[in-house]
Nanobody, 125 residues
């Protein structure tokens, strides 16, 4: 069984910081890509950041560049998303996700096989 269990999130004022965590219970030893997505009410789910489990190469959406940092602790199987200088438009439900393969398609939800349960991030102005 594959599980992605998220923690973190919450409410913060604009300019504040939050860290999201995603514990990955995946017994897969091949290359995989992991990503963070968010979904605002009435909008499609969009990729925020992605990271290759083997190389550590990262990718970011323009909206989060310079403010968001994706990282992973392979020994502990935990994926992180550190968000700083948060803005009200960052509000939404955040999901971690994973799939087998390279991260060339990290922004595309259809490539992901495994999803976390989601955690709410609310940024007030």
């Amino acid at each position: 069984q594959v599980q992605l269990v998220q923690s973190g999130g919450g409410s913060v004022q604009a300019g504040g910081s939050l860290r999201l965590s995603c514990a990955t219970y995946i017994t897969i030893y091949s290359r995989r890509c992991m990503g963070w997505f968010r979904q605002a009410p009435g909008k499609e789910r969009e990729g925020v950041a992605g990271i290759a489990s083997d190389s550590g190469s990262t990718g970011y959406a323009e909206s989060g560049k310079g403010r968001f940092t994706i990282s992973r602790d392979n020994a502990k199987n935990i994926l992180y998303l550190h968000m700083s200088n948060l803005k009200p438009e960052d509000t939404g439900m955040y999901y971690c996700a994973a799939y087998e393969g390279t991260c060339a398609s990290w922004t595309l939800t259809r490539f992901y096989d495994y999803w976390g349960q989601g955690t709410q991030v609310t940024v007030s102005s």
